[in-house]
C-alpha cells in the first residue's frame, strides 16, 4: 500500500510547482500524493490530472497578491500592498488549519509553505522542506532580524530540509544541486525564435506587450510564453530558441543555464532574490542582466544582439533531483 503525501507547493509563480512536479514523478512508485496549493500553481497540476486538496479551491494565490507590491516591474515595499499580502496569506492559513488534518497523511513536503508556516500546525516527525532561500534577504535591521528568525524556526521544525538555491549557502540544510523543472528537458537547438518568458506572475507583462512589438519591428520572430499565456510544458519551446529575454526567477534561470541558452535576464527592482540570482549570469558570455524596472526595449534590443554573438557559458547547475528523491525515500524506510 502507497504512504499517504501531502505536497504543500507553493503559489508564487511556477518555480516552484515545476520543480515539485518533477521530483514527485520520482516518488510516484511509493507515494499517494495529494497537492496543496492555487492559483496558476493549481492550474499546472490541474492540466496533468493531480489530484489536489479540496481546500486549495479556497486558498488565494500569493503570486497574484505579490502584484499589490510589486508594480512597474519594481518592488515597492508599500504599506497598503504588504498588508494586502499578509491579509492573504493570514486567510489562507486559516483555511489549512481548519480544513487541513496533517494527521491524514504519513509524510508532508512543503516547498516554501508560508501559510503551512503560518497556520500553527506542526509537520510530523516525516516532513519534508524544499527551499532555494534561507532567509528573506539582509538582518540588516530589528524589523528583519525577527521575520528571518521566524522563517529559520519554522524551516527547521522539518525533518528533512533540501536547499537547492542556486546562490544561497545556510547552515543546516542539504545541499546537492537544484530541482529541474517539469518532465524532462529536449535536447537543445538554435532556432530562430526569441523567447520572452514572463515566468509565473504578471511581474513583466507591462513591458513584454511593449518589447514584443520593438522586436517584431526589427524582424525578429518572437514568442511570448508564462503570465496568463501559460504554456503547460515550455521546454521544447525554449530548448529551440534563438536565445532568451527573461526574468530572473529560479525555474527560468534553472532552464536557462541547463539548455545553455543565450539570454538577456531582467531582474525586478529591489528584489532580493532577483538580484542574487542574476548575479550568477553577471559578466558571463552569452549573458546581459538588466533591470526590468530600467530597461527599454532599445536596450534590450541592443543587449540580444550582444548576446547573439558569443558562444553561451552558464553557471553550473546540477539536477539532484533523483538523489533528493532518494533520500526521502530513506525516511520512509526509517
Known amino acids: 500500500m502507497k504512504l499517504k503525501v501531502l ?30 496549493t492555487a492559483g496558476r500553481a493549481l492550474e499546472y497540476l490541474r492540466a496533468r490530472g493531480e489530484r489536489f486538496h479540496d481546500a486549495s479551491q479556497r486558498l488565494r494565490c500569493i503570486g497574484t497578491s505579490l502584484m499589490h507590491v510589486i508594480k512597474g516591474c519594481r518592488v515597492t515595499y508599500s504599506p497598503l500592498g504588504l498588508l494586502r499580502v499578509y491579509s492573504d496569506l493570514r486567510h489562507n492559513a486559516d483555511v489549512i488549519r481548519s480544513e487541513v488534518d496533517l494527521g491524514d497523511y504519513d509524510i508532508v513536503i512543503g516547498d516554501e509553505p508560508w501559510e503551512l508556516m503560518m497556520s500553527g500546525l506542526r509537520p510530523s516527525r516525516r516532513s519534508v522542506l524544499i527551499t532555494d532561500i534561507t532567509s528573506l534577504g539582509s538582518s540588516d535591521n530589528f524589523i528583519m532580524r525577527r521575520v528571518n528568525s521566524w522563517v529559520d524556526y519554522h524551516f527547521r521544525s522539518f525533518t528533512l530540509r533540501f536547499n537547492v538555491g542556486l546562490w544561497d549557502r545556510g547552515d543546516g ?100 532574490e532577483h538580484e542574487e540570482n542574476a548575479k550568477m549570469f553577471e559578466g558571463r558570455p552569452g549573458y546581459r542582466v538588466l533591470r526590468c524596472d530600467r530597461a527599454d526595449p532599445g536596450q534590450i534590443y541592443r543587449a540580444l544582439l550582444q548576446v547573439l554573438g558569443e558562444e553561451p557559458r552558464p553557471p553550473q547547475v546540477v539536477d539532484a533531483t533523483q538523489r533528493i528523491a532518494e533520500d526521502i525515500g530513506k525516511i520512509v524506510d526509517g
Open 173 to 272: 540544510y542539504l545541499r546537492y544541486g537544484q530541482i529541474f523543472t517539469h518532465d524532462r528537458y529536449p535536447d537543445p537547438s538554435d532556432g530562430d525564435s526569441i523567447v520572452v518568458n514572463l515566468g509565473g506572475t504578471d511581474a513583466g507583462v507591462g513591458l513584454a506587450g511593449t518589447l514584443y512589438s520593438y522586436l517584431d519591428g526589427k524582424g525578429l520572430k518572437v514568442k511570448v510564453i508564462g503570465s496568463a499565456q501559460l504554456v503547460p510544458d515550455p521546454t521544447e519551446l525554449i530548448a529551440r530558441a534563438k536565445a532568451l529575454v527573461t526574468l530572473a526567477g529560479y525555474g527560468s534561470l534553472v532552464e536557462v543555464a541547463a539548455l545553455r541558452k543565450r539570454a538577456v535576464i531582467l531582474k525586478i527592482g529591489n528584489h532580493f
Open 7 to 36: 505536497y504543500v507547493t507553493s503559489s508564487v509563480g511556477l518555480g516552484h510547482v515545476t520543480r515539485d512536479y518533477r521530483l514527485s514523478r520520482l516518488l510516484s512508485g511509493w507515494a499517494d500524493i495529494t497537492w496543496l
